[in-house]
T-cell receptor
Framework: NAGVTQTPKFQVLKTGQSMTLQCAQD?????MSWYRQDPGMGLRLIHY???????DQGEVPNGYNVSRSTTEDFPLRLLSAAPSQTSVYFC?????????FGPGTRLTVT | QQQVKQSPQSLIVQKGGISIINCAYE??????FPWYQQFPGKGPALLIAIRPDVSEKKEGRFTISFNKSAKQFSLHIMDSQPGDSATYFCAASIGETGNQFYFGTGTSLTVIP
């Protein structure tokens, strides 16, 4: 099992550009989520999904969109990147209570 | 508004010593409290978790102490080793299958050989 995979590992965007962060899991977990990690802020939930076709907002959803067309994939879209979205993004999937995190994507918006 | 407050921000401990990280919460609906360990360049990984019906849970050198009345919980790492050097996050959720996990701000632990 690859677990939770994320691509790309690093990305630099200019303000106003859009992009999609990819996340995939091969553990057949229903629950998936996206977090951002900022220094001194811990991890904050952006969006989550409890199954294919079902998504909901977390603490900090503004500027991000998600969709869940399959159990395996949960992409995160930045519609118009802003410097405030410079962060490390983690995708996670969960079986009951144990969350499995991906390796993260470091995004810089200039 | 931080739902879970964590301290200290950083901690330096001698090898063999005890590392203690503290967390506090306000929402009494929280009933699942996990701790995560994160190494540089990696995603967090579940270390140990507790529910408020017990006051302590131990797994190897790692122990969670829980004080429901004070709304506080802490992680104790006994016989700390250089390999324990990492960032530790506490978290809280409503139920083990709660949809939203709230994380503390993290503690960077350095264990000096």
């Amino acid at each position: 099992n690859a677990g939770v995979t994320q691509t790309p590992k690093f990305q630099v965007l200019k303000t106003g550009q859009s992009m999609t962060l990819q996340c995939a899991q091969d553990m057949n977990h229903e629950y998936m989520s996206w977090y951002r990690q900022d220094p001194g802020m811990g991890l904050r939930l952006i969006h989550y999904s409890v199954g294919a076709g079902i998504t909901d907002q977390g603490e900090v959803p503004n500027g991000y969109n998600v969709s869940r067309s399959t159990t395996e994939d949960f992409p995160l879209r930045l519609l118009s990147a802003a410097p405030s979205q410079t962060s490390v993004y983690f995708c996670a999937s969960r079986r009951v209570n144990e969350q499995y995190f991906g390796p993260g994507t470091r995004l810089t918006v200039t | 508004q931080q739902q879970v407050k964590q301290s200290p921000q950083s901690l330096i401990v001698q090898k063999g010593g005890i590392s203690i990280i503290n967390c506090a919460y306000e929402n009494t609906a929280f009933d699942y409290f996990p701790w995560y360990q994160q190494f540089p360049g990696k995603g967090p990984a579940l270390l140990i978790a507790i529910r408020p019906d017990v006051s302590e849970k131990k797994e190897g050198r790692f122990t969670i102490s829980f004080n429901k009345s004070a709304k506080q919980f802490s992680l104790h790492i006994m016989d700390s080793q250089p390999g324990d050097s990492a960032t530790y996050f506490c978290a809280a959720s409503i139920g083990e299958t709660g949809n939203q996990f709230y994380f503390g701000t993290g503690t960077s632990l350095t264990v000096i050989p």
